[in-house]
C-alpha cells in the first residue's frame, strides 16, 4: 500500500470530518440555544427526534440518507435540478458524517447553554446590546468550553462512521474510501497490513485530535477561572 | 404630577404571587423600599423590560419606556438603564476594564468621558488589569456601579447593592454609593430592604409590601406612616430620629431634634454633627407622672396622637411636648405596650404622659 494512498484516505476522512462538524455548528448552536432557553409545546418530541440519529442502527440512518437524498427520493430532485449527484461521492460521506454528529453537539450545545445564568444576557442587554450580539459576546464566549467539547466529539464521531457512510456514499477508492471503510475493506481483501497501516494513521489523527483540545481546554480554563 | 416625572405602572400575575404597582414621583432619587418578597426586583425587571409577560407602563424622569396604550414597548437593549443587578454578574469571561468598556458603545462620544468618570468615582483603576474572579465582594459591586455607569445610562437601577456584604465591607462601599449619587445628575432607582440605607440614599420611596404599593413620600415620613408600620416594626425601625449634637462628651452626647426635643445618646458626638437615631417602639416607655431618681437618660413630656391595637399590643403615637418642643406632625413617636397597660394609664387621644427612653435603646443609624 503506497503511502500516496494513505494520504489520500486520511485527508478525504479529515475533509469529511472537518466540513460535517463545520455545516452543523450553526444549526446546532441555534437548536441548542432554542432548546436551553425556551419551553414550547413539543419541545420533548423535537428533542427526541434531534436525538434519533444517535440512538437508531447507523446503518438504519444510512438507509434513510439514501432513500431522501437518492434520484427518486424527495429531496433527488434538488440534486438533478443542480446538476450535482451527490450518491457515492465524498459530500455524502459529509451529510452521514454530519447526521450523526448533529445531536451530539447539539446536546452539548444545549447542556452548556443551561449551565449559563441567563441574568449574564439580561445584563448584557440591559448595557446596550441586542440579542443577537449578546449571544455572541456573552453567551457563546461562556459556553465555548462544552461547545468545543461537542465538536470534538461530532468530530471524533465522523472520523469512525462506517454504516451510514457505506449506504450512500459507498467505498469507492479515491472518491469515497475514508479511513474506517478502508479499514473494512482490506480486512474483506485479506490486506491485513493495510488495514493495520490505516489504524495507525487514524490513531495518529485521533491522538493529535484529544492533544489539541486537552490543551485548547486547560488554557481556557485557566483563562477564565 | 410634572410630565417630568417618573410613573411606574406594572402588572403581573404568576402562581403565589401578584404584582400590582402604581406609583409616581418627581424625585431624582427614589428607593424601592420593602422587605424580601415584596415583588421590588420584580418590579425592577419590568422597568428594565425583562418581563414581556407584565403589563407595564414606564415613564422614567420623563422618557416613556414602555405604554401599551400606544403600542410602545422599547426593548431592553434600547433603554438605556445602568442595571446593577443584586448579585454583581460581572463576565466571568472578561477582564475588570473589559467588563467595563462592555456597554461603551452606547455611550457614543461620551464613552470615554463616561468611563473615566465611572474609574475615578468608584476608584477602581488599581483593578482595571485584574480578573473577575479575583475580586473581593466589595471591589465586585463597585466594578458592577462601574460598569453601568460606564455605559452612559439614562437612568441607575441599583439592586441591593450592599445586601450581599458584610457590615464593614458595607461601610467602605456606602461613601461611593453616595458620591455616585450626588455626583451624577441622572435618576436613580435603588431598591433596599434596609430603612437606614432607605433613608440614607433615598429623597423619595416606595414602600412595597406583598406586590402592592403601601406608601410613597419622603422617606422618612413613608417609613413612620401607618400604613408602613407593620413593616418598619419587623424591622425595629418604627421611630427614627433626625438630631444634632448640642453637648459633646466622651461617653454620651446630648442632642436636639429639629423641633427641639432633647435626647442623651450613648456615643461621642462633635458639636454640631448630624446624626439619625433609631429607636424601637417596644423601648419607649409611658408614664401617668413625671419619674424621678430613674436610670433612663430621657425623659419627656408628649401628648397621645391616637391609640392603635393591633396584634395583641397597643400602639401609642406620641407627640413630644417637653420645653421649647413645637407639635408638628413629623415629631411623632410610637409606643408599643400591653392593653392592660394602656387601660391602666387610661390613654386616649389628647392625654398626656411622659415618655422615658433609655439613652442605650437609641441606636444611630446613620
Known amino acids: 500500500m503506497s503511502l500516496d494512498e494513505v494520504a489520500s484516505i486520511t485527508s478525504l476522512t479529515l475533509r469529511v470530518g472537518l466540513v460535517a462538524t463545520a455545516v452543523i455548528l450553526p444549526p446546532c448552536l441555534a437548536l441548542g440555544y432554542v432548546l436551553a432557553r425556551r419551553s414550547f409545546p413539543g419541545k420533548s418530541a423535537v428533542q427526541a427526534v434531534v436525538a434519533l440519529p444517535m440512538v437508531l442502527p447507523p446503518v438504519a440512518v444510512g438507509l434513510g440518507l439514501l432513500l431522501l437524498l437518492g434520484r427518486r427520493g424527495p429531496l433527488g430532485w434538488l440534486w438533478s435540478l443542480s446538476g450535482v449527484e451527490v450518491v457515492f461521492t465524498w459530500w455524502a460521506a459529509a451529510i452521514a458524517a454530519a447526521v450523526v454528529g448533529f445531536p451530539l453537539l447539539t446536546r452539548a450545545c444545549e447542556q452548556s447553554f443551561a449551565e449559563i445564568d441567563p441574568r449574564f444576557e439580561e445584563v448584557g442587554r440591559s448595557l446596550g446590546l441586542g440579542r443577537m450580539r449578546t449571544f455572541f459576546r456573552v453567551t457563546l464566549p461562556l459556553a465555548r468550553r462544552g461547545v468545543f467539547y461537542g465538536m470534538l466529539l461530532a468530530f471524533t464521531r465522523a472520523l469512525g462512521e462506517f454504516g451510514a457512510t457505506t449506504l450512500v456514499a459507498g467505498i469507492i477508492p479515491g472518491r469515497t474510501e475514508t479511513l474506517a471503510l478502508g479499514i473494512y475493506s482490506r480486512v474483506q481483501l485479506g490486506d491485513d497490513s493495510g488495514a493495520l497501516v490505516l489504524c495507525a494513521a487514524s490513531f495518529a489523527i485521533a491522538f493529535a485530535a484529544m492533544l489539541v483540545a486537552e490543551g485548547w481546554l486547560r488554557r481556557s480554563r485557566t483563562a477564565v477561572e | ?366
Open chain 2, 1 to 366: 404630577m410634572s410630565s417630568a416625572g417618573t410613573l411606574i405602572e406594572a402588572r403581573l400575575r404568576r402562581p403565589g404571587f401578584a404584582l400590582d404597582v402604581e406609583a409616581t414621583w418627581d424625585e431624582r432619587v427614589a428607593v424601592v423600599f420593602g422587605p424580601s418578597g415584596s415583588g421590588k426586583t420584580t418590579l425592577f425587571r419590568t422597568v428594565l423590560g425583562l418581563l414581556p409577560a407584565a403589563r407595564a407602563r414606564t415613564r422614567l424622569a420623563g422618557v416613556w419606556l414602555e405604554d401599551p396604550e400606544r403600542g410602545l414597548r422599547i426593548p431592553t437593549e434600547r433603554r438605556g438603564l445602568g442595571w446593577v443587578p443584586q448579585d454583581p454578574t460581572l463576565f466571568p469571561h472578561l477582564s475588570v476594564e473589559q467588563n467595563v468598556r462592555f456597554g461603551a458603545a452606547r455611550a457614543g462620544e461620551d464613552a470615554e468621558r463616561a468611563r473615566r468618570l465611572a474609574i475615578e468615582v468608584l476608584e477602581i483603576g488599581d483593578l482595571l488589569g485584574r480578573r473577575v474572579d479575583g475580586l473581593s465582594g466589595g471591589e465586585r459591586q463597585r466594578v458592577a456601579m462601574a460598569r453601568a455607569l460606564a455605559s452612559g445610562p439614562r437612568a441607575l437601577l441599583m439592586d441591593e447593592p450592599l445586601a450581599a456584604l458584610d457590615l464593614p465591607l458595607r461601610a467602605r462601599v456606602l461613601p461611593y454609593l453616595l458620591r455616585l449619587r450626588d455626583e451624577l445628575e441622572i435618576p436613580i432607582l435603588y431598591i433596599t430592604h434596609d430603612p437606614d440605607e432607605a433613608m440614607l440614599v433615598g429623597e423619595v420611596a416606595v414602600v412595597l409590601d406583598a406586590g402592592r404599593v403601601v406608601a410613597t413620600g419622603s422617606p422618612r415620613e413613608v417609613l413612620w406612616s401607618r400604613s408602613v408600620l407593620p413593616l418598619s416594626e419587623a424591622l425595629g425601625l418604627e421611630n427614627v430620629i433626625d438630631a444634632r449634637a448640642v453637648e459633646a462628651g466622651d461617653t454620651e452626647s446630648t442632642v436636639e431634634t429639629a423641633v427641639g426635643l432633647r435626647l442623651v445618646v450613648p456615643a461621642p458626638l462633635k458639636r454640631g454633627e448630624s446624626v439619625r437615631l433609631g429607636l424601637r417602639a417596644q423601648d419607649v416607655l409611658l408614664a401617668g407622672e413625671r419619674p424621678n431618681r430613674l436610670s433612663a437618660r430621657n425623659v419627656f413630656e408628649a401628648a397621645v396622637v391616637d391609640c392603635e391595637k393591633r396584634d395583641g399590643s397597643v400602639f401609642v403615637r406620641l407627640a413630644p411636648l417637653s420645653e421649647g418642643a413645637r407639635a408638628t406632625p413629623d415629631a411623632r413617636l410610637v409606643a408599643k405596650i400591653t392593653p392592660a397597660a394602656a387601660a391602666e394609664l387610661g390613654l386616649r387621644p389628647g392625654a398626656s404622659v411622659y415618655v422615658i427612653v433609655k439613652a442605650q435603646a437609641l441606636r444611630r443609624l446613620a
